[in-house]
């Protein structure tokens, strides 16, 4: 039988995962390239031969999706495999063209062929579009499972965006390890949070060592804890899927992929931001909901609760507000945890930073404009890091609201007077997750 030659579309994550649970040894099929999109400067790389495994020694090259119908012809592709996430279905569906009409067949890979199956119980935290609220849903849960004596290893959506043989395998116990690891912004974002609170939390490149290494923590497993990056589903059997939805986005589940499989998968649907959303958009969240799930899944509704460490640095005063960058960028998001501290502490206005930025981040805003007058915290690398600092430092503002979940004041020098936002998951009556989780414990025998 003639190998399958095969391009994966990806943005370094469910496009390595997929290659390593379905292709990586799998004679079938030659995985002759990989495409990289979403992520700055990913492309131009090689996913390395100590990972690509013994059909692949030379490693398989990866370049901008941009090039896809010139390489579906010259590499003689015959299927090309769609792996990320967050992404609208015109989005998907007009990569389907491109790859048909250049003469390959476009194929979605689901969870049955991809997922692993660990020997610990595996809690899910999934969500139907990037920013409903992932991070602050795995830090309750974990402190609720904490709170019955469980340890709980967490278990991040990869972002591997340097050495990828550096970043086979990455453990994070403390803030130093993020330095260790010489972490993004975007990583620091989803991982300073749990370090900061005692949890030990791993990424990486190859999920089945990942997971073996979380099992066999030095410092104890009970729970593993898939903590997922954008809309994607888990990389892990799961025993209690949990999906989190946006009222600020209504409709958006039922319209992105693969958010629309995490929400028809979940055994906890979550609709967060209750307390800043319109009750109609609320509704309508919830009305599509029941639509696509089983009748016994559990419906929570949420408050995410904003908190700031010095609210007169913002009361009255001209002030730049600084959110989580993917929330901003391929999460269209057009409002934060920033945006809602400013309106709810008094800001007298929020200040233009676009006529202030300079270098990749200009970039950002030519490739985003509808991000509007909220600064993305983009620092996918060294020099937008400088770029980010140094357009705080330029923009016409008294001061500055931090609304992502890391202290930029660590990465950056910001020379004005700034606050941090903290934002925590308050669920609103009845089903909770304290009810579902003390369930859980149960089922899986797990009292102390």
Not at 101 to 109: C, N, P, Q
Not at 151 to 160: D, E, F, I
Request: aromatic share 6%.
């Amino acid at each position: 039988m003639t190998k399958k030659n095969v391009i994966i579309i990806g943005a370094a994550g469910r496009d390595f995962h997929n290659f390593n649970t379905y292709y990586r040894d799998n004679k079938d099929f030659k995985v002759v390239a990989f495409t990289a999109a979403q992520i700055p400067d990913i492309d131009g790389r090689k996913y390395p031969p100590e990972l690509a495994g013994e059909l692949y020694p030379e490693g398989i090259p990866i370049y901008a999706q941009e090039q896809l119908p010139e390489l579906i012809k010259e590499l003689k592709a015959d299927e090309c495999v769609f792996a990320y996430s967050d992404i609208n279905y015109n989005d998907v569906m007009n990569v389907s063209a491109i790859v048909n009409a250049a003469g390959a067949d476009f194929v979605l890979i689901g969870p049955k062929n991809t997922m692993l199956k660990s020997n610990k119980p595996v809690i899910s935290v999934c969500a139907v579009r990037t920013g409903c609220g992932k991070s602050q849903t795995s830090r309750k849960i974990i402190e609720l499972l904490m709170a019955h004596n469980l340890k709980v290893v967490a278990v991040r959506h990869p972002m591997p965006y340097g050495d990828l043989n550096e970043q086979r395998v990455q453990r994070f116990a403390t803030v130093d390890d993020l330095k260790k690891h010489n972490c993004t912004v975007e990583e620091m974002e989803e991982y300073e949070p749990h370090v900061t609170r005692g949890n030990i939390i791993y990424a990486g490149v190859d999920y089945e060592d990942i997971l073996r290494a979380a099992e066999d923590d030095p410092d104890g497993c009970d729970v593993i804890l898939w903590d997922g990056g954008n809309n994607d589903f888990s990389f892990y059997e799961t025993d209690l899927a949990v999906t989190v939805l946006d009222p600020h986005r209504p409709g958006h589940e039922l319209s992105y992929y693969p958010g629309e499989v995490s929400l028809r998968i979940a055994d906890v649907a979550i609709i967060n931001k209750i307390d800043s959303a319109t009750p109609d958009a609320v509704a309508q969240v919830e009305e599509n909901i029941k639509r696509v799930v089983d009748a016994d899944t559990a419906i929570v509704k949420a408050e995410s609760k904003i908190s700031v460490d010095d609210p007169d640095v913002i009361k009255d005063k001209r002030v730049l507000v600084v959110e989580d960058g993917p929330t901003l960028t391929h999460g269209e998001m057009k409002i934060g945890a920033g945006t809602i501290a400013a309106q709810r502490f008094g800001a007298k206005e929020v200040v233009d930073p676009r006529p202030y930025t300079v270098g990749k981040l200009s970039e950002t805003f030519e490739i985003y404009p509808h991000i509007g007058v909220l600064l993305p915290a983009m620092g996918y690398g060294e020099q937008q890091l400088k770029d980010l600092e140094e357009t705080i430092n330029n923009t016409g503002c008294e001061a500055v609201i931090i609304g992502t979940p890391i202290d930029l004041t660590r990465v950056i020098d910001i020379k004005k007077p700034c606050t941090r936002v903290h934002y925590e998951l308050d669920e609103v009556g009845s089903p909770n997750l304290d009810e579902i989780l003390k369930d859980f414990i149960k089922k899986h025998n797990l009292e102390r």
